[in-house]
């Protein structure tokens, strides 16, 4: 490809373009940590909006609030787009001031109310996607402990305290991951000083590709295809052979095991989930494959993979995890907000020219 120079790195793909003191994953994987604090002994003892708290404030002691009432305006059941939509009118809703005009303890408050209110969106737009018309009271809502029961009783008008567990550790698992996509997408929003509505509805529009939030969607039907055949062994030589690749394994950063993985391995096993001996097949049919194919290069289980498998347990439908994953990323993205307004400064990197040279155009 022309222009593609030393210093040209098509994706970015390791420049360093911000400096961080939330997280950033290693390559080499192993501990899954946020502001420094090890995730996993977190995990069934602090709720998710503490988790917001430690990405957020470095405070696990302080949390994301309650949402407040709210109408939102012709949700449609497609949840990204709803919550993109959603998201970028709650600044026009609560007139929200521009992020370079306002304080940080502002741009907190504005933070924390616009990312419990984007939970309480996805869940009503997926109940408007199982055909139900009607909304969950907010006193109903109110008898939840935590933010996975408020969001299972606004979507469902009930919060089975298995899928409240299964959320509640995908969304802590996957609250923050350094400057991927879309929080790379947050940052350069904000750094122009747009208000938290669009600098976070701008993350949702980037999060909703598949390349990025839509994996575990891809990961479901693949079990129920394995499950299917009874083989999984000879579907991964089909697969590989007819060179497709497998869903839920590989990663741009971890060369070793995603330790979001491993987690949610352990949770959905814990919580008795039904597809947890065909992903455990498959993943070692899968694994064994693609080491004898690659030997150069480690492809391992990334989160997708067993985020699939946790979502299933709480009967989330595979369209729906774009959304699920933008509700716990809202911490993440909260977090590098805070950081760019603090810290950051305007992004405008370049671009090399390799159009044509001068030329003049025939006009008639
Ligand atoms: N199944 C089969 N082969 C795979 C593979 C997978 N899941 N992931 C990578 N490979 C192979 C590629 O075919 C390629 O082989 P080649 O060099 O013979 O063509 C090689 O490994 C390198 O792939 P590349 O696309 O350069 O790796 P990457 O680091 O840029 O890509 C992913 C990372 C995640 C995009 C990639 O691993 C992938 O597509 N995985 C499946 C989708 C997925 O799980 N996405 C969720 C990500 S969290």
Redesign the pocket.
Known sequence: MSGNGNDFKPGLEGVVAVETEIMEPDREGGMLRYRGVDVEPLIGKVPYENVWGLLVDDDINSKMPDPEPYEPAGLTGNAPSDLQAETARMSGVWNLGKLNEISNEQAREDLGRISAQMMSIVARSARIADAKTDDVPDEVVAQGKTAAEKFLLRWRGEADPRHAKAIETYWICTAEHGLNASTFTARVTASTGADCGAALSAAVGALSGP?HGG?PAYVKPMLDEVAATGDPEKWVRDT?EAG?????????VYRAEDPRSRILKRTARELGSPQIEIAERLEEAALAE?ARR?PE?P?RT????YSAVVLDVAEIPPPLAPAMFACSRVAGWSAHILEQKRTGRLFRPSARYVGPDERSLSLN
Not at 244 to 252: A, D, L, Q, T, V
Not at 302 to 305: D, H, I, K
């Open positions: 390349l994996a590989l497709r690749r497998i869903m839920g394994f590989g990663h741009r693609l690659h290069r492809l990334n989160v997708e993979y």
